[in-house]
């Protein structure tokens, strides 16, 4: 069950070849249930993030830190064909970046 989990969420895609600059030019083409990540950066919405890795809590893995760093691992998701710090910091995202590089070294 844990790895068809993590297969899964690596299947999860983010399709942003229409343009970074916009977040209205940014299509999302994937498994819809983890969408809310890959929004959550290209908004710079960190409380998003958060109730995103909640709603996956007991779905993924036990607790919110848990989820974060199945997300982020080699293995974890993709946005736009990088993993989410990659895809923030691309997108210039300061608060999801900030709070995704001290989630994931603690």
């Known amino acids: 069950m844990k790895k068809v989990l993590i297969s899964l969420v690596a299947l999860?895609?983010?399709?942003a070849s229409a343009g970074m600059e916009s977040?209205?030019?940014v299509r999302f083409a994937?498994?819809?249930?983890?969408?809310?990540?890959?929004?959550?950066?290209?908004?710079?919405?960190?409380?998003?993030?958060k109730r995103s890795?909640?709603?996956k809590v007991g779905q993924v893995a036990a607790?919110?830190?848990d989820v974060l760093?199945?997300?982020?691992?080699?293995?974890g998701m993709k946005c736009n064909?990088?993993?989410?710090i990659q895809f923030s910091e691309q997108r210039e995202a300061s608060q999801?970046?900030?709070?995704?590089?001290?989630?994931?070294?603690a």
């Open 23 to 25: 977040s209205s030019k």
């Open 12 to 15: 999860t895609a983010f399709n």
């Open 81 to 84: 064909g990088v993993d989410l």
């Open 63 to 65: 607790s919110s830190n």
């Open 30 to 49: 994937g498994d819809s249930e983890y969408s809310s990540f890959c929004k959550a950066v290209v908004n710079d919405d960190l409380g998003m993030l």
């Open 96 to 105: 999801v970046s900030a709070y995704l590089k001290t989630k994931n070294n």
């Open 69 to 75: 760093r199945k997300l982020v691992s080699a293995e």
């Open 53 to 55: 890795l909640r709603s």
